[in-house]
C-alpha cells in the first residue's frame, strides 16, 4: 500500500507545529474544519472495503447470504438496488458500468480558461441531471490503492500500476456530482418508500456520471472512474462537511446526497475549496444521529484519529450487519441521514437558518446551535415516525401485513392482498433500537 503522507505533515490545517516537511512533499489537503488530515494516510484498499470483504464471505453468513442470493421481494427495489435483483439485465446500474469503456477523442479541445470550463462542466452536468457538482484539487492520499472500484462492474484503464503520487500529477482534478434523495420519501425511512429515494436517485446518479465521463472525452481528456475515496473529493471539494454520522453533509440539501464514485481528470479546471456551514459546530452537541442509529453504529464521543484523519468514526460493520435481518421489509436504514437537523426541504427558511450558521463567528455558534436543536427537537421531534403515502406503499402499515405494493395489482396473494384499515399519522419503522441487540453486538 502506498503511503502518502508523512507524520511530519502535521504543521498543515491549522497545527501549531512547525513545518518540518521534505522540500518536495505536497502539504496535506485543508479539508474544512470537520475532519483533518493529521498524520500518514495509506491509502485504502478497496480490496478491505465492506462489499469486497462480503463478496469473499468474509463477514458472517448471514451477510454473505443477504449480499449473494436476495431477491428483494419489492419491484422497485429489484430494478434500483445493487444486488438484489431477479434479473441483472433489468438493474440500470449494472448495464451502465458494465458496458466497456469509450476512446478519448485524438481532437483535444484546448482550454484557455480553467474557471470558464470548470463553468461549463458544471452546466452541463446540472443539465445531465446532477443536483450538487464541485471540482476538487487531487491529493495523493484521496486515491485507493491498488486496483479500481466500481460496484457491479469495471473501472479498468491504462493507469493502474501507477501509483497515487504518480496519478494525481498526471491528472489534477476530481469532479464530485451527485444527486439527492426526495426529501418527502426519505421520510419514509427504514421502509422500501425510503429505499426509492435512496436507489432510483443512486441509479440516476450512475447514469449522469457515466455520461459526464464520455464527455470530458470527447473533449479528448482522461477520465478515470473508481479511483478516489469519494467523501474525501466530497469535503475538499466543498459539497459538504463530514458529519458524526459518517455523511457529507451539504448546505441545501443535508445529508441526503449520494457520494457517487467521482471523476480524476486532466481537464484543465479550477478547484473549488471546502465550507463551513456550520456542522462542525452543530455535530458536537447534537448527536441526534447517535442517540437514534438502531445499531449504535454512531459515537457519541469526540473524533478518533484513523489512518491519519481526525473525524468521527462510525462502526460500519454493525451498521452493515441489520440488513440481512430486515431485507424483507427495507434495504437501506438511512435513519442518521432523516434525523440529521440539516436534512430538511429545500425552502427559505432552511437557506436562511444555514446561511446564519455559517456567517455566525465561530465562539457564537454553540449557543445558536443549542438554540436550533431545540427547535428541531420540538417541530421536527426527535426521531422521525412520519406515516407516508405513495403509490400503493403506505409507511403505516406494518412490515409484513401488506402482501403487495404494486399500484393496481390484480394478481393473487394467498389472501394477503389487501392491507388493514390503518388510521393516525405515525409510520411503523422496523426494528425498533432496543430490538436489535439480539443480532448486532453493542459496546453497551
Ligand atoms: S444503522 Fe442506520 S442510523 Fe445507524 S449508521 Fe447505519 S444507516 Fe446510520
Ligand atoms: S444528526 Fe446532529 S450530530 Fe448527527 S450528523 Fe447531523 S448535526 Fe451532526
Redesign the pocket.
Known sequence: MALTLDKTLEAANGNAKPDRRAPDLPLPPYLGRSVRIVGPVVNVDMNQSPHPKNQRGELGKPLFNWYRNTVSKDPLTRVSAPNHFADRKQFLTSVVNRDNKGKINPKRMPVADPAAMTRHIKAVARYMGADVVAVAQAHSSFLYAGSRYVQDGTAEDAYQTSSPADLVRKFPYVIVATTAWDYDKLQAHRHHIGDSAYHVSQMKGVVILKALEGYIKELGYTALRGVVTPQAAGVASGVGEL???GLV?NKTFG?RIHMPDPILTDLPLAADQPVDIG?ED??KI?????NTCPTNSIPFGDKVVHNGIEKYKINWLTCYKLRPYVSDHWGSCLT?AT????TKPNVWWRSLTVSALSTCPIPARPALVRALKWIDDRFWGVARNNRVRWLSYDSGIKPGEQACTVAGCTASHDGKAHSPQMVGDAGYYAPLKENTNRFVKRDA
Open positions: 458529519g458524526r454520522n453533509i445529508a456542522v452543530f455535530c447534537c448527536r441526534k444521529c447517535a442518521c434525523v440529521c437537523p440539516f
